[in-house]
């Protein structure tokens, strides 16, 4: 399934949530009542998720993203993400919660809710609401933690990295442009300072981040160009240069220890 890529962000958004609704409309059922950690998760909040999966309150939903993987059984762990997957990306929207997206996303990955092996079709619009998602992360001027973070989990959730930032690459005008520099920036000065870590996917190779970097090196010269006092986009050229060139970063790691001390 598609993209309408004629749409703006925020409208591809809206259309993947239509798709989710209507694709899993009809969620599998659980054989037998929910099963989990009652330390953790009361007999009532498990039975609460047994449930209508509209009936789920936020605070609910939000503690069985997080919860870790090996406090609920096995089996039915993937049919509880399937029946919740729609309000678990409206929580993930931009109208949903402040929450750590790469943790979350995580455990839908091959040992959790073991995404990859989803039916066809809904796997289609999950990650149609992804790419939205990345879309609007790029665009909206927030923090490029928050993005790459949002594309860690995509990644852990999928099992690949490069599709990802191939779609990123593809987002075009110049509020993508801008996000695209941001992160390219934090990417790369973190592979020079060699502090790039994938938090919560620990398969994930940073390497392909590092070979990835390069190939936007003429759009964020293009940028360069017409905001020449963007700082960030003229470091990011710099620190890209240096990581072709193998060499070492033009500027001090900032959490050497090393603190200025104050006049009493």
Known sequence: MSDPLDLDPYAMWLHALGEADRV????????????????????????????????????????????????????????????????????????????????ELGHLGQFGARFVDWPAPERAVVEQAFRALLALALVDGRPAGDITDL???????TGDLEPWLEHIAGLSGPAADAGLVRIAFGWA?????????????YDGDPQAIAAWLPTQRARITTFATHH?????????????????????????????????????
């Open 24 to 103: 899993f409309a009809s969620p599998p059922d659980l054989d037998r009542p929910v099963g989990g950690c009652t330390y953790c998760t009361p007999e009532s909040e498990l039975h609460i998720l047994g449930g209508d999966p509209a009936a789920v309150p936020d605070d609910l939903l939000g503690h069985f993203m997080r919860e870790v993987v090996n406090h609920w059984d096995a089996d039915q762990y993937p049919v509880l993400w399937r029946r919740l997957m729609p309000r678990a990306l409206r929580y993930w929207g931009p109208e949903g919660n402040d929450t750590d997206r790469s943790l």
């Open 189 to 201: 000065t973190d592979l020079l300072w060699e502090d790039l870590q994938l938090s919560w996917w």
């Open 151 to 157: 594309l860690e989990g995509i990644a852990h959730a």
């Open 228 to 264: 020449p006092r963007c700082k960030t986009a003229a470091d990011a050229l710099i620190a890209i240069d240096r990581i072709q060139a193998g060499d070492h970063s033009p500027w001090s790691y900032p959490y050497s220890g090393k603190f200025l001390r104050l006049a009493p």
